[in-house]
């Protein structure tokens, strides 16, 4: 009998291709679009410290979950590795198949997801359930994401925090047989799905962000949810060559490339895409085939606009204008060289020269997406505003590529002042004046004592913090990801030493120290009691900083209490090889509010009366800490005061109307479930 050399182990394809939509079903059923629409997504192979993909889909991440309530079924869920699915790269696009519509949202939502791995330096990880036990870890995360394609028979998409879960609807096309197609799905659109995706993972990253505290708050997440599903196209490039072809290499005439949801604006009576990301770039835009689009009507003002899409749009507008110069920039001498012989009425590009265009437009739209992600871990962690983001995104940048011979950051802040987004503190909108401070030690001269300089004697004082912490961000030997069995799991690893690492740095921060009225200038909070005997400085009275119920005897307990939201390490390389290595700590602390401003002036002063009872809301504040961990140097504090009464005054007013003119508690009522409120009906 024939022997046989035993066949060694066979290696792991080093990526999984997928069929989508470049960008929703109309696209197939337009002659000029047909043949840009079917794309393939390629995604990393699960690697040995990842759970595999299962039958769902289901993976480390997600987990699809197919049940149409309307219809009351389950629909059979999809097999991707099927062999015959690995042999085709999946199912093929179709609007009538289930099975294609889970492998779709997989497909765009795990895309997403490794492109903020990539630009974060670590993991993502999705927010908890704030109602669990706070010893349990679901507490603080939700091992997967999960993705309902057919959960809704409505006009809408949304991320639900109450459920960290994404929702898709369907709904029948108003036009009905005379529509391009009967019934439209959101499931079927990448930009939806990338902008939902992108609402999970930043309220994964900004626990408290989806509280409405001012205009540019919710603004915010729907301008940025939108800046990562344009910036996505253009990893596209045979649909970025197509558009640049057609448009002689410009990106600044609406169409495909930067606008949104072409079939969902469509059903809506937009006549064109949802939004257009230059929508408020000139007024001499106009609108592409088939009509005009309000979204190119004459621009507003910032300071004029209130609806969170519409006031996002001028976040978007600047930072996709800001991608387009640099975009210019990369290509204006490629441009010279191919017309500097040529008739000057020639109404095409050569081909060669579109394929380059193209390369460059991929390059600068993913060092942009980049900028935007890292910039998250450069905000405060609560209140944000767009002049604040623009703070982060120049600082961020600057902490990775000091040097910047393109002018990216210039071409943001250019961009930003053209569409009136202010930044108030700064003497200067040059971006060295934008970089976020250094700790300012004049506050805090007790850190002196423990070295020859306060910023030495602070670093000396927090390594007493450092050296209790896990910052390797691997598996320990012998220790399973989160069960037992020899199972080995990187996210779920990860989670557990966030946790242990959150619950470090709180319990150091809330034993009393000699330096704690220094931490507390410095982060903006309140960490002892106003009337502990170690205090060398008096402090107002401020009761609605206590927490908890009264004692019977109607006390209540005068120590501040906070949270310590996340503890994660972003290991992060430049375009050049530049390297960080930091630790992120987010600390935040609440406080009753009241919407009358004399019974805040009474509960401060400890009416028990009030404070026994419900507040009206509640008033956040805390800091954003950097340590670079090369050196274990604390660099930055990006602080918001939770004692700041004019802050608390803004925050009122937003909430009862005043700001707006609108009716009271519109935005605060919806903080539950704050994407269903804003994406209904749009």
């Known amino acids: 009998m024939k022997s046989y050399q035993p066949i060694s182990p066979l290696p792991k394809p080093p990526v999984r291709r997928l069929n989508v939509y470049a960008f929703d079903p109309q696209s197939s059923v337009e002659l000029k ?152 799905f959101t499931c079927l659109s990448q930009d939806i799905i990338a902008h939902e995706t992108t609402h999970a993972i930043l309220h994964g990253m900004q626990q408290r962000s989806i509280e409405a505290s001012n205009l540019d708050s919710l603004a915010f997440h729907e301008a940025f949810a939108d800046i990562i599903a344009l910036l996505q196209h253009f990893s596209m490039t045979n649909v970025v060559r197509h558009q640049l072809a057609q448009n002689k290499g410009s990106l600044r005439e609406p169409g495909l490339l930067n606008g949104l949801a072409l079939q969902f604006g469509h059903a809506t009576g937009c006549h064109g895409a949802l939004r257009y990301a230059l929508q408020y770039l000139s007024t001499s835009a106009t609108a592409p085939e088939g009509g005009e689009h309000n979204a190119l009507s004459p621009p507003k003002k910032l300071s004029e606009t209130f609806e969170s899409h519409e006031r996002g749009g001028f976040l978007v507008a600047a930072i996709f204008d800001a991608f387009v110069t640099i975009y210019e920039q990369r290509t204006a ?209 401020v009761a609605t900083l206590w927490t908890g119920r009264a004692t019977q005897n109607g006390e209540f307990s005068n120590v501040p209490t906070f949270e310590v939201h996340s503890a994660r390490i972003a290991r992060r390389v430049g375009p050049e090889g530049q390297e960080t290595h930091q630790l992120i700590i987010q600390i935040t602390q609440k406080r009753r509010g009241f919407d009358d401003p004399a019974d805040q002036e009474k509960a401060d002063a400890g009416n028990i009366a009030l404070l026994t009872r419900d507040p009206d809301f509640w008033f956040r504040g805390g800091a954003t800490i950097h340590i670079d961990l090369r050196d274990g140097k604390l660099i930055r504090i990006i602080r918001k005061n939770v004692c700041d009464n004019k802050r608390l005054a803004v925050q009122r007013a937003f909430r009862t109307g005043q700001t707006l003119g609108l009716a009271p508690g519109l935005y605060s009522h919806a903080n539950c479930e704050p994407f269903a409120f804003l994406h209904r009906g749009l």
């Open 333 to 541: 001498d490629l441009f010279r060289l191919a017309f500097s012989g040529a008739a000057s009425n020639q109404d095409y590009l050569p081909t060669e020269l579109v394929n380059r265009l193209a390369i460059e437009a991929a390059k600068a739209a993913d060092q942009v997406l980049r900028m935007c992600v890292r910039a998250l871990d450069y905000i405060p962690p609560v209140d944000l505003h767009f002049g604040e983001y623009l703070r982060a995104i120049i600082t961020a940048d600057t902490d990775l590529v000091a040097h910047d011979p393109m002018r990216y950051r210039i071409a943001f802040v250019e961009a930003f002042k053209k569409r009136g987004i202010t930044v108030p503190g700064c003497i200067s909108m040059a971006p060295e004046s934008l970089l976020w401070d250094e700790p300012d030690l004049t506050e805090a001269p007790e850190f002196g004592s423990r070295g020859r300089s306060p910023e030495e004697g602070l670093s000396n004082v927090f390594s007493g913090l450092l050296n209790t912490l896990e910052l390797s961000g691997s598996i320990k030997p012998g220790e399973p990801g989160a069960t037992g069995g020899g199972r080995r799991n990187l996210r779920e690893a990860a989670m557990l030493s966030i946790q242990r690492n959150q619950a470090r740095i709180h319990a150091w921060f809330e034993q009393d120290s000699p330096f704690d009225e220094g931490w507390e200038k410095l982060l903006g909070m309140r960490l002892i009691a106003f009337d502990n005997p170690i205090r060398k400085s008096p402090v107002p009275l």
């Open 33 to 184: 679009t047909a043949v840009i629409n079917n794309t393939v997504i390629e995604l990393p192979w699960e690697t040995r410290w990842e759970d595999q993909l299962e039958t769902g889909p289901i993976n480390d991440y997600l987990e699809v979950i197919d049940y149409d309530p309307s219809s009351g079924l389950f629909y059979t869920p999809t097999d991707l590795n099927d062999p015959f699915l690995l042999a085709q790269d999946g199912l093929p696009p179709s609007e009538g198949n289930p099975q294609y519509h889970q492998q779709m949202v997989f497909a765009v939502a795990m895309r997403t997801i490794r492109n903020f791995e990539r630009a974060l330096g670590r993991l993502v990880l999705w927010a908890g359930d704030r109602n669990a036990p706070k010893s349990s870890p679901e507490r603080n995360f939700t091992r997967r994401l999960r993705i309902y394609p057919h959960a809704l028979r409505e006009m809408n998409a949304y991320y639900s925090p109450t459920k960290r879960a994404l929702l898709f609807g369907y709904f029948k096309h108003p036009e009905g047989d005379v529509a391009f197609c009967s019934w439209v």
